[in-house]
């Protein structure tokens, strides 16, 4: 049995497979410095786009992990987005995540834009990402999409490795 309660997330009218991804700038940090730059002048083929809570939140932690362990960054983009700032990103990005670059959005707007925000429990005002996956096309195309419906959850990694074939073959 966990040490902690799995609690359902309240629907939400989150971006969908099909839609077009939604345009933003913010910015985008890799392993070494980070500048604005919007996701429309990024996606530039297959794109995994990736929104997790904070920075060191273990479901982070683990997402990050299994973009590793499955090489997802050798077959496409991976982009993050989570309220973490940009130094915070940095350190995430020395740990795990090998060739991911991040977009940092403190304000959540992008977040509550893709329809994820989520209120942190016992924190008034304070607005992070439910965990979500979604694979782009070079246009921007949602092909896949996950959302967590609950917390935790975890995407399931066969089912994005599968998206990821189908859309770089």
């Known amino acids: 049995m966990p040490d902690f309660?799995?609690?359902?997330?309240?629907?939400?009218d989150h971006v969908e497979e099909g839609d077009a991804a939604p345009d933003f700038t913010r910015p985008l940090v890799n392993?070494?410095?980070?500048?604005?730059?919007?996701?429309?002048?990024v996606?530039?083929?297959p794109t995994l786009l990736l929104f997790h809570p904070m920075d060191g939140a273990f479901q982070g932690t683990y997402l990050y992990n299994t973009v590793d362990d499955h090489g997802w960054s050798d077959e496409v983009d991976v982009l993050g987005?989570?309220?973490s700032t940009p130094?915070?990103?940095?350190r995430l990005l020395a740990d795990r995540g090998d060739g991911v670059r991040t977009f940092s959005d403190p304000g959540a707007g992008v977040i509550e834009e893709y329809g994820?925000?989520?209120?942190?429990?016992?924190?008034?005002?304070?607005?992070e990402s439910r965990p979500a996956v979604f694979l782009l096309d070079a246009d921007r195309?949602?092909?896949?999409?996950?959302v967590a419906g609950e917390h935790p959850a975890f995407p399931?990694?066969?089912a994005i490795d599968d998206a990821v074939a189908n859309l770089v073959d």
């Open 31 to 41: 392993g070494e410095y980070w500048e604005d730059r919007s996701l429309a002048d």
């Open 43 to 45: 996606v530039d083929g």
């Open 116 to 127: 994820l925000a989520h209120d942190i429990d016992g924190m008034a005002g304070v607005t």
């Open 5 to 12: 309660d799995v609690v359902s997330l309240p629907e939400t």
């Open 87 to 90: 130094y915070a990103h940095k």
């Open 156 to 158: 399931d990694a066969e």
């Open 141 to 146: 195309t949602v092909e896949y999409a996950w």
């Open 81 to 83: 987005v989570s309220i």
